[in-house]
């Protein structure tokens, strides 16, 4: 087993190389992740706690829309994690391959997690280095087994997201929330977007032609916290993908940026002090890129029924709407 792997539980990896085989009890969470995975708490033989998940294609949406057959299993088996800089904590103990995906076995480090917008706010800075100590220890040490760039911008589009809205929530509120796009955003900025959604292997494109390493992928609260002195990053694999560093940061603004609730131009002001003398250009392309991931979301924001909420986040909007029109200046998709 991977000296990394187990960090902090040394005798779980010495008793046995099977921890599943050990589970003497389990139950079902309520995960806020919205895929479709399935999470559990379970108990070893000897009192421990880990959590299980069942990375599954058969329920998984974001698996099936990014072609994941258990993405995780092979960069485990490949021994990427390995590789990640000592002051990362994946947390996980085991991945095993199945048929349909992965089951992968973790540390219970729930307490550890940023539960609140409150909680990243005090640790966003810390959490922006983190990434960017992944991203430097894997320069010109390409990975294998990663999700398509291309696959990382269509997830979310409203043609994928058509495919799964029968089934799953969040792609129907993002069918929702582009319609909403559509009617309150300008129509250059429209336009852009709508090229990203049909030709998704363009904007990749442009991006891979620059500086890339290993890409994280899926910063958001629910994946991160801080625990012993290290960063705590979950959920690798799924969108995990080979990209410049600014895909990382722009995902990680765009999702988190109303948790952590500084405005816009000092978290931007934040990541680039991460990032370092990283390329603008890339940073320029990521953010288009995360607005065609994301857009619907603020969409939805931005038309709530609190007046407040709707306010703020029309705001916020139109500030994603001048970034992409700057990218839009070096890019014409």
């Given at each position: 087993?991977?000296?990394?792997?187990c960090p902090d539980a040394e005798r779980l990896c010495a008793m046995g190389s099977t921890l599943l085989e050990r589970v003497v009890r389990r139950e079902l969470l309520v995960s806020d992740g919205k895929s479709g995975s399935q999470l559990e708490r379970g108990w070893l033989d000897d009192g421990s706690a880990i959590v299980i998940k069942h990375a599954d294609i058969r329920r998984d949406w974001i698996m099936q829309a990014t072609g994941d057959a258990g993405r995780i299993a092979r960069l485990w088996a490949e021994g990427v994690f390995e590789q990640l800089p000592d002051g990362i904590d994946h947390a996980m103990l085991e991945v095993h391959q199945t048929p349909s995906g992965a089951v992968i076995v973790m540390r219970d480090v729930s307490a550890s997690l940023f539960s609140?917008?409150?909680?990243?706010r005090s640790g966003h800075r810390r959490v922006l280095r983190a990434a960017a100590e992944v991203h430097h220890a894997f320069v010109d040490?390409?990975?294998?087994?990663?999700?398509?760039?291309?696959?990382?911008?269509?997830f979310l589009s409203p043609s994928v997201c058509a495919r799964f809205a029968d089934g799953h929530e969040v792609p129907r509120l993002a069918i929702e929330g582009w319609s909403r796009f559509h009617d309150i955003?300008?129509?250059?900025?429209v336009q852009a977007i709508s090229a990203i959604h049909n030709d998704p292997a363009r904007l990749a494109a442009e991006l891979l032609a620059l500086p890339s390493t290993l890409i994280?992928?899926?910063?958001?609260?629910?994946?991160?916290?801080?625990g012993r002195g290290r960063v705590i990053m979950l959920d690798w694999g799924t969108l995990t993908t080979w990209a410049p560093p600014a895909v990382d940061y722009a995902w990680y603004l765009a999702i988190?940026?109303?948790?952590?609730?500084?405005?816009?131009e000092q978290l931007?002001?934040?990541?680039?002090?991460?990032a370092g003398d990283g390329d603008r250009t890339a940073l320029g392309f990521a953010l288009i890129g995360a607005l065609a991931q994301l857009g619907w979301e603020k969409a939805?924001?931005?038309?709530?029924?609190?007046?407040?909420?709707?306010?703020?986040e029309r705001d916020g909007l139109a500030w994603w709407s001048a970034q992409a029109r700057t990218a839009l200046e070096r890019w014409s998709p």
């Open positions: 087993m991977a000296r990394q792997a609140t917008g409150a909680h990243l040490r390409p990975v294998a087994s990663l999700c398509p760039l291309e696959a990382c911008y269509a955003v300008a129509d250059d900025v994280h992928g899926d910063l958001k609260l629910a994946n991160l916290g801080e988190n940026g109303a948790a952590i609730g500084d405005n816009h931007l002001h934040d990541v680039r002090q991460a939805l924001a931005a038309t709530a029924d609190d007046e407040g909420t709707r306010r703020h």
